[in-house]
Structures are given as C-alpha cells and as structure tokens.
Nanobody, 131 residues
C-alpha cells in the first residue's frame, strides 16, 4: 500500500522558517518524483516543488524560488521542504504527492510538466504564516 505522510506544519510569523517532512512507503522510492503542492482557502491547488532521482532534477514554482529548498533521503524514504522567509501568502495546506517517473515520459517532458499527473497523495499539513 502506498502511503505518504506529511508532518512539520504549524503557525509561524512572517520571515520565519519551517521544514516539512514527507514519509513515503509502499513503492520504489527512487523511481518516483515526489512533490509538494499547496492549496490555500478559495484557491486552486498549485505545485510548489518536486524532486526526481530518475531525472536528476528539482523544480520550483516561481513564487518560492530562492526561499524554499526540496531534498530527499532515499535511505530514510523521506522528502523535505525547507521553507524560509515565509510570507502570509504561503499560508495553505501543503500536500506531498508522488508519480512514477522510471519508464514514463522522458526528462524533457518532465521539465515542461513537473507538476502534472501525480498519482499518490498524502493527507496534508497546515502551514499558517501570520503577518
């Protein structure tokens, strides 16, 4: 059974930092891209960042470039999202998601569509940034 479990959310003030964690199980970790998405109240879900060992690539939404860093630990089957210089507009429920990359469309396709067609999703963790 595939499971993605997020943790690390909370309430912080603007300018502070927070690290989210995603624990993955039930699939071959390095064959998958694992991404962070977020959804704020009244807004559509958006891709924040993704990491893929198969493609040797990481991607970020423009809104978080330079502030957020994604990393993974294959041995621990963990993906992290280090969020710095947090802003009130970063307030959202953050979701971890996974999609199989090995045997799928090539890296060029993934570079153009880093946040498409994710198959597995976690339950989400709330991040609230106060001004």
């Amino acid at each position: 059974e595939v499971r993605l479990v997020e943790s690390g959310g909370g309430l912080v003030q603007a300018g502070e930092s927070l690290t989210l964690s995603c624990a993955a199980s039930g699939f071959t970790f390095d064959d998958y891209a694992i991404a962070w998405f977020r959804q704020a109240p009244g807004k559509e879900r958006e891709g924040v960042s993704t990491i893929s060992k198969s493609d040797d690539a990481t991607y970020y939404a423009d809104s978080v470039k330079g502030r957020f860093t994604i990393s993974s630990d294959s041995a621990k089957r963990m993906v992290y999202l280090r969020m710095t210089i947090l802003k009130p507009e970063d307030t959202a429920v953050y979701y971890c998601a996974a999609v199989r990359r090995r045997g799928s469309f090539g890296s060029n396709w993934f570079s153009r569509n880093p946040f498409l067609d994710y198959t597995y999703w976690g339950q989400g963790t709330q991040v609230t940034v106060s001004s």
